[in-house]
T-cell receptor, first 114, second 110 residues
Framework: KAGVTQTPRYLIKTRGQQVTLSCSPI?????VSWYQQTPGQGLQFLFE???????NKGNFPGRFSGRQFSNSRSEMNVSTLELGDSALYLC?????????????FGSGTRLTVV | GNSVTQMEGPVTLSEEAFLTINCTYT??????LFWYVQYPGEGLQLLLK?????DKGSNKGFEATYRKETTSFHLEKGSVQVSDSAVYFC?????????FGQGTELSVKP
């Protein structure tokens, strides 16, 4: 069974630009969550999508947005990039239907803002 | 709010030494608890989990017991290997999201 696929693996952008990251979950999983990992703040929850609807949202500014398609693939968009947005962005896939579903993570997209 | 606190690293051990990484949590209700491991340049891998008090999660020689009375979920392994060198994250699941500790870097020397 294929794992969680995140593309691209690495990305370099300039301040003020926008970026779109992609995540393809495990087949049959309907929930996709996004996390930001930085040395200073650690792992922080961005948002979760389930069946094309945002179900949970973390404490990030509106520049961070996402969406989910009917095939459960998800995209995350960051507009007006700031230097502080440099991070590893991780996507997690789960069935989404039980309280203690396991979360399977992708390898992440490393975004560098210069 | 809900939070997870882990012992600070880095932790450096010799091969075959005993490992303990402490994890305590603050949460309303009874969250599920997890340990994830991250190898250099990779994402997170689920190591083990426990969903209710007194449950013991185990995998690849690692164990952790969900202790409600001490709000703890300490990770243990009897004999570490060089290949166990990684960063370990304790996490709780509540409200559809994971809340992570700050991570503990483990380095095992031959």
């Amino acid at each position: 069974k294929a794992g969680v696929t995140q593309t691209p693996r690495y990305l370099i952008k300039t301040r003020g630009q926008q970026v779109t990251l992609s995540c393809s979950p495990i087949s049959g999983h309907r929930s996709v969550s996004w996390y930001q990992q930085t040395p200073g703040q650690g792992l922080q929850f961005l948002f979760e999508y389930f069946s094309e609807t945002q179900r949970n949202k973390g404490n990030f500014p509106g520049r961070f947005s996402g969406r989910q398609f009917s095939n459960s693939r998800s995209e995350m968009n960051v507009s007006t990039l700031e230097l502080g947005d440099s991070a590893l962005y991780l996507c997690a896939s789960s069935p989404g239907t039980a309280r203690d579903d396991g979360y399977t993570f992708g390898s992440g997209t490393r975004l560098t803002v210069v | 709010g809900n939070s997870v606190t882990q012992m600070e690293g880095p932790v450096t051990l010799s091969e075959e030494a005993f490992l303990t990484i402490n994890c305590t949590y603050t949460a309303t209700g009874y969250p599920s608890l997890f340990w994830y491991v991250q190898y250099p340049g990779e994402g997170l891998q689920l190591l083990l989990k426990a969903t209710k008090a007194d449950d013991k999660g185990s995998n690849k020689g690692f164990e952790a017991t969900y202790r409600k009375e001490t709000t703890s979920f300490h990770l243990e392994k009897g004999s570490v290997q060089v290949s166990d060198s990684a960063v370990y994250f304790c996490a709780l699941s509540q409200g559809g999201k994971l809340i992570f500790g700050q991570g503990t870097e483990l380095s095992v020397k031959p």
